[in-house]
């Protein structure tokens, strides 16, 4: 009698879950996420018919992906997504033939996503470089080799990602950087896709989309020297409003017939060298002369191993680029000498984080 009772008292303990929805699984509640596609390029108005995924990456490593279609209005509606901490969701589409991506957070993800697109354009007036950081870095005698880093800010001034046309690679056009004869082993980091590089000549064009708005290009590369000085001749392709060349004090003398000597800068422990120049033409070369450079020690040269060891940054922290965001800002409104040295009171620990992640490989 017992027994009957437990197993009535069991079912009609399950009864009121069969006409419940269920809202979980395993831990994870179901939802249904509504958003909308903006297309950014056409004074903010919605519509347009687009693919929309929503990608959940779980901890295990698996994804599990969710697509909807936007009516002509641009909105979706995504049905039955599983919710979780544990998660982390992407949504995406494509416009265009240029992919949109976006991370939404947990906290974010009922509350109607928005994902912006832009129609494209083939025509690189939409592009100004706003300012071109170039830091003779370190000279390293026993390999008689320079380092150096650039930081080139590059704003999209419309509405259009700018999109390459490369149907016809030798109409070059696309966004380009000559570099130094004799560089080598050139390292680049990009919030635009750094993977889409093309070398062409004496230098690298970049593939890429570029979106409305600054972008940050970093690279560094190596160029080799002779006895104790080298003649570095760059071609600027683009019109830039800003070219700043530094070169630490310690490790030899630097002039330039193109550019203006500024009182020399202080940043973190380092003493530098400063040159500049406003509103360089597209086109013009520039020339620095360094002299005075450390050159190999005896024992270096007697036990200087075959195999160059070349000096690389590795990691290049986003912390740089505030620094060539702040020089814009002080260049705009001040002397370019006082811009210069104000900036190096007020990025000492940004410099740091960028001494702090140099490695030699």
């Not at 390293?140 to 419309?158: A, D, F, Q, W, Y």
Request: aromatic share 8%; net charge negative; hydrophobic share 40%.
């Amino acid at each position: 009698v017992l027994v009957k009772v437990a197993v009535k008292l069991f079912i009609l303990g399950l009864v009121p879950f069969l006409f419940l929805q269920p809202t979980s699984v395993f831990g994870s509640e179901i939802e249904n996420i509504q958003g909308m596609i903006i297309n950014e390029s056409q004074a903010h108005q919605h519509g347009g018919e687009f693919s929309v995924i929503l990608h959940v990456f779980k901890p295990d490593k698996s994804l599990e992906t969710f697509t909807a279609n936007t009516d002509p209005s641009g909105s979706f509606l995504l049905q039955a997504i599983p919710l979780s901490a544990d998660f982390r969701y992407v949504i995406s589409t494509n416009h265009e033939d240029i992919e949109y991506a976006k991370e939404i957070p947990l906290k974010e993800l009922m509350d109607n996503i928005r994902l912006s697109v832009f129609d494209t354009t083939e025509s690189l007036k939409t592009l100004s470089i706003d300012s071109h950081l170039w830091l003779l870095k370190d000279v390293h005698p026993k390999t008689r080799h320079i380092l150096i880093t650039e930081i080139v800010m590059v704003n999209n001034n419309g509405n259009l990602v700018f999109a390459p046309n490369l149907s016809d690679p030798s109409k070059m056009n696309f966004l380009r950087f000559s570099l130094p004869a004799g560089y080598s082993e050139l390292h680049m980091e990009t919030d635009v896709g750094s993977g889409n590089i093309l070398e062409v000549g004496t230098g690298f064009g970049m593939t890429s989309p570029i979106p409305p708005g600054p972008h940050q290009i970093i690279f560094t590369y190596t160029i080799p020297y002779h006895n104790d000085q080298i003649a570095i001749t760059r071609k600027f392709l683009q019109e830039l409003d800003v070219l700043q060349v530094l070169f630490p004090t310690n490790h030899g003398s630097i002039s330039s017939p193109n550019l203006e000597e500024l009182e020399s800068t202080i940043i973190g422990d380092v003493t530098y060298h400063a040159w500049a120049a406003r509103n360089v033409l597209g086109g013009s070369t520039i020339i620095v002369n360094l002299t005075n450079l450390k050159e190999p020690s005896i024992s270096d040269i007697l036990f200087a191993e075959r195999t160059i060891k070349k000096y690389l940054i590795i990691g290049i922290p986003s912390a740089l680029g505030l620094i060539l965001l702040i020089t814009l800002i002080l260049v705009s409104v001040r002397p370019l000498s006082t811009a210069l040295r104000n900036l190096n009171r007020q990025n000492y620990h940004q410099f740091n984080n960028l001494e702090s992640n140099s490695a030699l490989l």
